[in-house]
């Protein structure tokens, strides 16, 4: 069975903290992808990887930064927390076709909260 | 603006009704994907549609394609309380397919028992 874990389901953290939200894929998948979902927003894509060492800017990067050093693994990270980061993260793999869309297998989620 | 517009926002229907929702833009789409997402979860791929007019079945859930390939529906007969969650239609974030996913804001959907 194919899975996406992300490290914590929920975390708290203060105001100026640095976070680190870990996720790791079992399914030896090119591409990776940080979400986040807010409510009235949706779904909106952060950072995406498609190789080790290799990163994508997505639609809101501002605030976060992410790192790619083993294939199985996509840490995102907050440098410095603040509150309007509060928000569901996911982390999602997919394999890197040709084109087309290919399916993306998305991790449980992280409910972050800053305080 | 956003790129793919769903209607309704919300729909809370009894269990035996059939029920369609949308997922609109502007834009051509060279392929689009459906996902639902349950409490809790992440969004779990349900369909992809390639071709415009194409029509794929999925038990109770049959989806649609445009002709024009900007739009897409999902009808589903004799809903479910299992059918129970927000679904979500997506479309590649920069028109590829090794890039992420712009998603629409969803459709709440809620089958009472």
């Known amino acids: 069975d194919v899975k996406v874990t992300q490290s914590s389901r929920y975390l708290v953290k203060r105001t100026g903290e640095k976070v680190f939200l870990e996720c790791v894929q079992d399914?030896?998948?090119?591409?990776m992808f940080w979400y986040r979902q807010d409510p009235g927003l949706g779904l909106r894509l952060i950072y995406f990887?498609?190789?080790?060492?290799?990163?994508e800017k997505g639609d809101i990067p501002e605030g976060y930064s992410v790192s790619r050093e083993k294939k199985e693994r996509f840490s995102l990270i907050l440098e410095s927390a603040s509150t309007n980061q509060t928000s569901m993260y996911l982390c999602?793999?997919?394999?890197?076709?040709?084109?087309?869309?290919?399916?993306?297998?998305f991790g449980p989620g992280t409910r972050l909260t800053v305080t | 603006t956003q790129l793919l517009e769903q209607s309704p926002q919300f729909l809370s229907i009894q269990e035996g009704e059939n029920l369609t929702v949308y997922c609109n833009s502007s834009s051509v789409f060279s392929s689009l994907q459906w996902y639902r997402q349950e409490p809790g979860e992440g969004p779990v791929l349900l369909v992809t549609?390639?071709?415009?007019?194409e029509v794929k079945k999925l038990k109770r859930l049959t989806f649609q394609f445009g002709d024009a390939r900007k739009d897409s529906s999902l009808h589903i007969t004799a809903a479910q309380p299992g059918d129970t969650g927000l679904y979500l239609c997506?479309?590649?974030?920069?028109?590829?397919?090794?890039?992420?996913?712009?998603f629409g804001k969803g459709t709440h959907l809620i089958i009472q028992p």
């Open positions: 997506a479309v590649g974030f920069s028109g590829g397919g090794a890039d992420g996913l712009t």
């Open positions: 399914m030896d998948h090119e591409n």
């Open positions: 990887s498609y190789d080790v060492k290799m990163k």
């Open positions: 549609v390639v071709t415009g007019g």
């Open positions: 999602a793999s997919s394999i890197n076709g040709a084109g087309g869309l290919y399916e993306q297998y």
